[in-house]
């Protein structure tokens, strides 16, 4: 059984930091399409950024990019999200997915997540102005 456990989210002022954690279970081998996504109220769910275990490479929505860092501990079965310089727009659900089917191109093709297998329950995030 697959199990996606999110932790770190919280409240923070704008420019401030935090750092998400997804600790999976049960994922079958080292080759898995890991992403973490945003849904805030009233909108469509988005893609933050994505990882392939097998080789790290990362995929990042360009309102991120430059500001948060997906990466990996495969010794521990943990993706982080390290978000620097946190704006009120980033309030959000975030969500921690996973799917061992995809190869990396299709991974690198994720977009709002549909389809991908595996969901965590997710971890507020709140940003104040």
């Known amino acids: 059984q697959v199990q996606l456990v999110e932790s770190g989210g919280g409240s923070v002022q704008a420019g401030g930091s935090l750092s998400l954690s997804c600790a999976a279970s049960g994922l079958p081998g080292s080759s898995n399409c890991m992403g973490w996504f945003r849904q805030a109220p009233g909108k469509e769910r988005e893609r933050v950024a994505i990882?392939?275990?097998?080789?790290?490479?990362?995929y990042y929505a360009d309102s991120v990019k430059g500001r948060f860092t997906i990466s990996q501990d495969n010794a521990k079965n943990t993706v982080y999200l390290q978000m620097n310089s946190l704006k009120p727009e980033d309030t959000a659900m975030y969500y921690c997915?996973?799917?061992?089917?995809?190869?990396?191109?299709?991974?690198?093709?994720?977009?709002?997540?549909?389809?991908?297998?595996?969901w965590g329950q997710g971890t507020q995030v709140t940003v104040s102005s």
């Open positions: 997915a996973a799917d061992p089917r995809l190869t990396l191109r299709a991974c690198r093709s994720v977009v709002a997540g549909t389809g991908l297998l595996y």
């Open positions: 990882i392939y275990t097998d080789g790290a490479d990362t």
